[in-house]
């Protein structure tokens, strides 16, 4: 695309031609913001199968011996049981948590926020979708092959994963398609990562350098790398597991492993490298599905505070070196698998100091707040819910990260809490605050308000009242992954306590019921949205909504300043976008 003049601050280039013909144009597209839709309709679609799973987890919690017509035998098998452990899970780890926030918004708004027409490889990234969506029909299909789905939770822990169908129902195709997924999930990783790296540093506008750049493409930008390092290693693990299966090659299985009083013919394996190779890349998972909201949170809370981040560089800094350090921690996930303690100890140190990072960003964020004119709308409320849980969640992350304390904890539901708080319901804030915050630049429409603030408190109470008890059963011992606790003497008595966090998990997901309606009603009768709704710093809102082919119909625009220029002291107005030339900045006379 050749350039060809100049005017005020963009760049004129001739106008890029729309795709002719339904399926060029919405499924096999090649746009980043159809794909970037495609990923939230993915996820969409994948929260929702995961939280019905959940909601028959707590069920069956509460009511064990409740008949349900839609389970064969009428009751639920501690087995089957154990499938909706291992495909929620699953589920909301691959197909949520890391689709929605890196490859729905992150692939929408990424080139748009950087001022580039596409990414830097479409092709590669219309296949990147296909690919996970291959994986996606895997997993669900998991649920209807003989033997169902698989019973070896998300992190599949060899040997029960390697042996096939002697070691339980669910454990031979169920296993094996399950294996294919996610080997099918970390090879679509690698395409997009690619993707998004080569786009963030070769295709930013005029004027954009690094530390210009929202603090949301950061946060895209350094969960790229993070899943270009990690997801090849879960790759080559998956590789070997299927081996290990259909090969009967010994990477995972040990010699001597007697099985339903059957020796297998393995020698040599080691389930610990499984462990190894799961939490090489299993760590940075969590922050390949959390840093993606540090950014949307950081960006959010500025816009509405109406202020300048506080200390931006520091935030950047510090989603690096949460990026860095996340590669150094993965063998605290294994304190209990009979590691040396000095291994230990050197694990728990660094854990530890990935608190450093993390407090800089709480504390930046509580000084971007500090005296602003906060205006709580619904992205806002998110924003500050996000914060809230990732804190809570994190808190409690200090005490597993001592190995004595974690020998103890590490079986219960006390970790189930931990981590559900830090990375799964604070990430989900993350999502939500994104979709408030730019569904009017993605779909032309306003989402409706009252609505939104409606579906936070329901879920911000409902979270809190689901996972904060969860600590206390997992300190009082209340082991995790059993299908009926009830029947186990010393758990007795905390029964109350899951029929309480049951009846929040269902009033909490009936809750979602708010967003639904709100996002798909708003899809077609919301107020229509204008460039820029809220008042807003960064490139996206110096374009339509929603924005044309080529994202900026022709004029790309320059940068001239840093990405949260608000409240500027002299300026006529509370905001001053980037892609305002200085001599066009009204001042107050």
Wanted: hydrophobic share 50%; proline share 6%; aromatic share 16%.
């Amino acid at each position: 695309m050749s350039s060809h003049a100049h005017a005020g601050g963009s760049t004129v280039h001739a106008p890029m031609a729309e795709p002719s013909g339904f399926i060029r144009k919405y499924i096999f597209s090649v746009d980043h913001k159809v794909i970037g839709i495609q990923y939230f309709l993915l996820a969409l679609t994948a929260v929702v199968i995961g939280i019905v799973l959940s909601l028959l987890m707590r069920f069956h919690l509460v009511w064990p011996n409740a008949t349900l017509p839609f389970v064969s035998g009428g009751q639920m098998s501690q087995e089957q049981y154990l499938a909706l452990v291992t495909m929620h899970g699953t589920i909301m780890v691959f197909f949520v948590l890391t689709t929605a926030p890196q490859g729905g918004f992150g692939n929408y708004f990424l080139p748009i926020q950087i001022g580039a027409p596409d990414m830097a490889f479409p092709r590669l990234n219309m296949l990147s979708f296909w690919v996970t969506f291959l994986a996606f029909v895997c997993i669900v299909a998991a649920f209807v092959v003989p033997g169902g789905a698989p019973i070896s939770g998300w992190t599949g822990y060899t040997p029960l994963s390697g042996l096939g169908e002697i070691t339980g129902p669910g454990e031979g195709w169920g296993q094996t398609l399950w294996i294919v997924s996610i080997s099918l999930f970390c090879l679509a990783s690698l395409l997009g990562a690619l993707n998004f790296i080569a786009t963030t540093i070769d295709l930013r506008a005029p004027g954009m350098s690094l530390m210009r750049m929202p603090l949301t493409v950061w946060g895209w930008f350094v969960t790229a790398i993070l899943g270009l390092l990690a997801f090849g290693v879960l790759l080559a693990g998956g590789i070997l597991l299927l081996l290990d299966r259909s090969a009967h090659t010994s990477f995972f299985i040990p010699a001597g492993l007697v099985v339903n009083d059957q020796l297998q013919a393995h020698s040599g394996g080691s389930p610990l490298l499984w462990q190894h190779l799961f939490w090489f890349f299993g760590h940075p998972e969590v922050y390949i599905a959390i840093l993606p909201g540090m950014g949307v949170a950081s960006h959010v809370l500025s816009t509405f505070a109406r202020k300048p981040v506080y200390g931006y560089r520091a935030m950047a800094y510090a989603i690096c070196a949460i990026g860095f350090l996340g590669f150094m921690v993965w063998g605290h996930h294994m304190f209990v698998s009979g590691m040396s303690p000095y291994s230990g100890f050197a694990f728990s140190v660094l854990t530890m100091s990935i608190g450093v990072p993390s407090a800089i960003k709480t504390f930046n964020w509580l000084g971007t707040l500090w005296g602003g004119k906060i205006q709580f709308k619904s992205p806002m409320l998110f924003a500050l819910g996000f914060v809230s849980l990732f804190v809570s969640g994190g808190l409690s992350g200090l005490f597993l990260a001592q190995p004595a304390v974690d020998n103890m904890l590490h079986a219960t539901y006390y970790v189930v809490a931990h981590f559900h708080l830090v990375m799964g319901v604070a990430a989900i804030f993350g999502i939500f605050a994104a979709t408030y915050f730019w569904f009017p630049k993605m779909f032309g429409r306003m989402m409706n308000e009252p609505l939104g603030k409606i579906h936070f408190w329901f879920t911000f109470v409902g979270a809190y009242c689901i996972f904060m008890p969860m600590h206390f059963i997992g300190i009082a011992g209340g082991i995790r992954r059993y299908a009926d606790a009830s029947a186990v003497g010393f758990l007795a008595h905390l029964q109350p306590v899951h029929e309480f966090m049951t009846i929040a998990a269902f009033i909490t997901g009936a809750a979602q019921l708010f967003f639904l309606f709100n996002f798909f009603y708003s899809l077609k009768f919301g107020p229509k949205a204008s460039k820029n709704p809220w008042n807003a710093t960064t490139l996206e809102w110096d374009t339509d909504s929603p924005p044309p082919i080529d994202n900026f119909g022709g004029h790309y625009p320059s940068v001239f300043r840093g990405p949260y220029e608000f409240s500027v002291p002299g300026a006529a107005d509370d905001f001053i976008p980037q892609w305002v030339e200085p001599s066009q900045v009204a001042r107050v006379r």
